[in-house]
């Protein structure tokens, strides 16, 4: 059974860094491209960054790009998402996806709730 | 790639037809796939290349379209389909959701 399990949300300063995490079994994770989705409160689904099987291709979404990164560890089955220069629009959860290989996302994990407040 | 989707909201009644539609501001060819989502929840993928039935999702669900058009058609609704769905664009690497239809019981 597929599963991810994020990790490390918490409310944190604006202007602060934050690394959240997702563990992934169940699958071969070094043959998947991985995604964090996220979602503030009430509102919609919204990409924010995409990493394939090998890590050779990144990609993030222009509402992050400078600030957040992302990264995996093939070897510790994980996938990451280091934020930093974090504003109070980032607040929201975080989801941890799977994706199938032309971009559709097939698994979620629950998400990891990311605060950015004062 | 933007995306909208229509109506945002949409009151239908069980057993109904209801239609949502994305469109996108250019060309996807048929990279779409289609998500529900139930509060509290995590997204499910329903369908994907615009047509392709998720396995395991019911037959009730299909969709269509291609270029910047694209609608997801429930056939009967059930008690179980009243949600939120998104349409999700993967024809770029730099992916993107639709705003959401929240579907709800008349």
């Known amino acids: 059974e597929v599963q991810l399990v994020e990790s490390g949300g918490r409310v944190v300063k604006p202007g602060g860094s934050l690394r959240v995490s997702c563990g992934a079994a169940g699958f071969t994770f070094n043959t998947f491209g991985m995604n964090w989705v996220r979602q503030a409160p009430g509102k919609g689904l919204e990409w924010v960054a995409s990493?394939?099987?090998?890590?050779?291709?990144?990609y993030l979404s222009d509402s992050v790009k400078g600030r957040f990164t992302i990264s995996r560890d093939n070897a510790k089955n994980s996938l990451y998402l280091q934020m930093s220069s974090l504003r109070a629009e980032d607040t929201a959860l975080y989801y941890c996806?799977?994706?199938?290989?032309?971009?559709?996302?097939?698994?979620w994990g629950q998400g990891t709730l990311v605060t950015v407040s004062s | 790639i933007q995306l909208t989707q229509s109506p945002s909201t949409l009151s239908a009644s069980v057993g109904e037809r209801v239609t949502i539609t994305c469109r996108a501001s250019q060309s996807l060819s048929t990279w779409v796939a289609w998500y529900q989502q139930k509060p509290g929840k995590a997204p499910q993928l329903l369908i994907y290349k615009a047509s392709s039935l998720e396995n395991g999702v019911s037959s009730r669900f299909s969709g269509s379209g291609s270029g910047t058009e694209f609608t997801l058609t429930i056939s009967s609704l059930q008690p179980d389909d009243f949600a939120t769905y998104y349409c999700?664009?993967?024809?770029?690497?730099?992916?993107?959701f639709g705003p959401g239809t929240k579907l709800e019981l008349k």
């Open positions: 996806a799977r994706e199938r290989g032309l971009g559709e996302i097939d698994y």
């Open positions: 990493i394939s099987s090998d890590s050779k291709y990144i």
């Open positions: 999700q664009q993967y024809n770029s690497h730099l992916y993107s």
